[in-house]
């Protein structure tokens, strides 16, 4: 099964709208980390926003925020006010602590990405 | 305060040529991660190492690859003997040494593209 999965290939966004990328997870470890990173068409990989499982409040960093909701496992990126410069891949990506195994917690697990497009 | 910084950013070389890929942290991260990115997908974890420590290969093919992080100098990630299946791009990562379980945000450099002809 997929860890990561990210169900939307592409999206479009009218600029200053709110757009939502979608992420769902898989694991049963009960201490895990959530990130999204953004790549845009020049290729490095950004990052933009953390949430651990644990966190009680969604995760924000400015015009980003988190939607978390543990029971169903769900991670949703939130981009409030598009701006043409947001037109990316965005990836979700996991970190599972491992706290059962005692193997450490270290390698991020990515989806395979969402391209959103900022329509001006 | 500099990022993660890879060089080169762009290589090409030939079937059965030696590919070598470096990798610098931000200042005062001791920890090392490499991915690899095929076309239209996520990064896959191949390897994270600490100062002169592999501390996990488990994403590396077995053959073929290595990698290593001096106690002085950059990481480098070594592919031998190149075959078309290797072009990607390659990631590098780092975080800052944590006296936790969880080691913190990993912080991309640039990637390297790597093209086998």
């Known amino acids: 099964a997929q860890k990561i999965t990210q169900t939307q290939p592409g999206m479009f966004v009218q600029e200053k709208e709110a757009v939502t990328l979608d992420c769902t997870y898989d694991t049963s470890d009960p201490s895990y980390g959530l990130f999204w990173y953004k790549q845009p068409s020049s290729g490095e990989m950004i990052f933009l926003i953390y949430q651990g499982s644990y966190d009680q409040q969604n995760a924000t960093e400015g015009r980003y925020s988190l939607n978390f909701q543990k029971a169903r496992k769900s991670a949703n990126l939130v981009i409030s006010a598009s701006q043409l410069g947001d037109s990316a891949m965005y990836f979700c990506?996991?970190?599972?602590?491992?706290?059962?195994?005692?193997?450490?917690?270290?390698?991020?697990?990515f989806g395979k990405g969402t391209k959103l497009s900022v329509i001006p | 305060n500099a990022g993660v910084m890879q060089n080169p950013r762009h290589l090409v070389r030939r079937r059965g040529q030696e590919a070598r890929l470096r990798c610098s942290p931000m200042k005062g991260h001791s920890h090392v991660y490499w991915y690899r990115q095929l076309p239209e997908e996520g990064l896959k974890f191949m390897v994270y190492?600490?100062?002169?420590?592999?501390?996990?290969e488990s994403g590396m093919p077995k053959e073929r690859f290595s990698a290593e992080f001096p106690k002085e100098g950059p990481s480098i990630l070594r592919i031998q003997q190149v075959v078309r299946g290797d072009s990607a791009a390659y990631f590098c990562?780092?975080?800052?040494?944590?006296?936790?379980?969880?080691?913190?945000?990993?912080?991309f450099g640039p990637g390297t593209r790597l093209t086998v002809l």
């Open positions: 990506a996991m970190r599972e602590n491992n706290i059962y195994s005692g193997a450490g917690s270290y390698q991020l697990t």
């Open positions: 190492l600490q100062k002169e420590n592999i501390i996990d």
């Open positions: 990562a780092s975080s800052p040494p944590t006296s936790g379980r969880a080691p913190d945000t990993q912080y």
